[in-house]
């Protein structure tokens, strides 16, 4: 038991400082044991999984790679939050699922939900997401609402996207491309994609949180992709999976810089500069309907306009199921 707890005192401060050299004295100093019973637990997380060098001058370091590591992106998120909880899993069915349920039980404050891998990734219309494990960021924030705070759909959704292109910006230097309203794509291939979702208080018929779920593919192999996703999306970068923690900590702290005031649409300059529809013949379907025409706005409130015939058709909700057909 105590080992136990020795083990997790150590692996939260190693995680604390990832890349870190300490030397075995500094680290028995730390926690109070010897120098030996640092070894044998520095065996030990090692043989879990937990990526740590060491060297004979330097001592010991934790890698920062591809294991999500709750320690730093709790480290990293920024003090001016507002109160949250941060969960991170091996597997789970989904982070959407898993955040709607936590914040139905208790509304009290912010879930954020990671996981290394899905079963049931999945998109708008209940779609699949491919979520293998440590290759991609399946990220879910749950937010409960005031009762009197209103909520714009499609204001959300785009805001987010500029969220996660900032983010990939930030870490990777490559600018995402936009495809209104919830899909991300580098190079004509889709990386990643938002889902928004709405939970409704039956009593006050209102809605009482958000959930929005984020996934990104940060490195495939194209040879091991499903063949009907082959040609379709792709990974962000070669090892992308080596930074998902400093993308999960970016995209969590762009999402709450613009959540504060996405309302007010401010950002939306950056998603139409970063459409990937807008000057291009497509065809998008809306409830029933469908519009075929050149896409040629998003408007104030982050509806599509489409020139369809000489005349302009807004699209509130719905996708866009051809490009350049
Ligand atoms: C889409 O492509 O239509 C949106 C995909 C959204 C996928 C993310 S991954 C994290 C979260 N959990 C889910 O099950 N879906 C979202």
Redesign the pocket.
């Known amino acids: 038991m105590k080992e136990n707890s020795n083990k997790n005192k150590l692996k939260d401060f190693l995680s604390a400082n990832p890349q870190k050299w300490y030397s075995g004295n500094d680290l028995a100093q730390a926690l109070a044991i010897s120098r030996t019973a640092i070894w044998k637990l520095i065996k030990q997380l090692s043989q879990e999984g937990l990526e740590i060098q060491s060297r004979h001058h330097l001592g010991y370091r934790l890698l920062l790679s591809d294991h999500l590591n709750k320690t730093w992106i709790a480290k990293k998120i920024k003090k001016d939050l507002p109160p949250s909880r941060l969960f991170i899993f091996p597997t789970i069915d ?4 898993f955040a709607k349920r936590e914040i139905s039980e208790h509304n009290d404050r912010i879930v954020i939900v990671i996981a290394d891998r ?1 079963t ?5 219309f209940q ?1 699949k ?1 491919y ?1 293998p494990a440590k290759s991609g960021l ?3 924030i749950a937010i409960p609402l005031k009762g009197d705070q209103t909520v714009s759909a499609g204001l959300l959704t785009t805001a987010t996207a500029v969220a996660v292109g900032r983010s990939i910006k930030e870490v990777f230097g490559v600018q995402l491309d936009y495809k209104w309203v ?2 991300l794509y580098l190079s004509e291939r889709k990386v990643g ?3 928004t979702e709405a939970i409704t208080d039956f009593e006050s018929n209102s809605i009482s949180s958000l959930v929005v ?3 990104l593919n940060l490195s495939l192999d194209q040879n091991e992709l499903p063949i009907d996703l082959r040609d379709k999306i792709a990974g962000i970068a070669e090892n992308g999976q080596e930074k998902r923690n400093q993308i999960a900590a970016a995209v969590i702290n762009n999402f709450f810089k613009l959540f504060k005031n996405y309302q007010d649409g401010r950002f939306l300059d950056e998603y139409r500069k970063n459409s990937f529809l807008i000057g291009r013949k497509i065809q998008a379907h809306s409830g029933q309907r469908t519009v075929a025409g050149t896409a040629i706005a998003i408007d104030d409130q982050g509806s599509l306009i489409i020139l369809e015939e000489n005349k302009k058709i807004k699209i509130q909700s719905g996708e866009v199921t051809k490009v350049d057909f």
Do not use: A, K, V
């Open positions: 989904s982070t959407n699922i899905q049931e990734g999945h998109g708008r779609r997401f979520s399946y990220l879910s919830n899909d994609g938002i889902l779920g984020i996934g």
